[in-house]
Nanobody
Framework: QVQLVESGGGLVQPGGSLRLSCAAS????????MGWYRQAPGKPRELVAT???????NYADSVKGRFTISKDGAKNTVYLQMNSLKPEDTAVYYC???????????????????WGRGTQVTVSS
């Protein structure tokens, strides 16, 4: 089974920056895409940014120009650099990974889509 470990959340003042990290670990898997979603209190979970294994990226309109998603393929890690943070960016940020698990062998490979536990980002003065 693939596990996701997130880090980097915290409290920051408006206009500040944070960098989130999400590392995927497990035995014999490949990733199709990784990304970040967020959920603010009383609101549904929403896409923030995603990146495919080939490097294609997608951003929510609300974060374009402020957030940057990147990855380290060798470490199966995705990052989210968040600049010019606003109070409305306050939410729990969740990592998501989509891929194929081959831990039971190639013929028994199966797709997966996993979520991390989430990391709190609070933007407040």
């Amino acid at each position: 089974q693939v596990q996701l470990v997130e880090s980097g959340g915290g409290l920051v003042q408006p206009g500040g920056s944070l960098r989130l990290s999400c590392a995927a670990s497990g035995s014999r898997f490949s990733l199709n895409a990784m990304g970040w979603y967020r959920q603010a209190p009383g609101k549904p979970r929403e896409l923030v940014a995603t990146m495919t294994s080939s490097g294609s990226v997608n951003y929510a309109d609300s974060v374009k120009g402020r957030f940057t998603i990147s990855k380290d393929g060798a470490k199966n890690t995705v990052y989210l650099q968040m600049n010019s943070l606003k109070p409305e960016d306050t939410a729990v940020y969740y990592c998501n990974a989509d891929g194929v698990d081959s831990s039971d062998g190639y013929l028994r490979r199966r797709p997966f889509n996993y979520w991390g536990r989430g990391t709190q980002v609070t933007v407040s003065s």
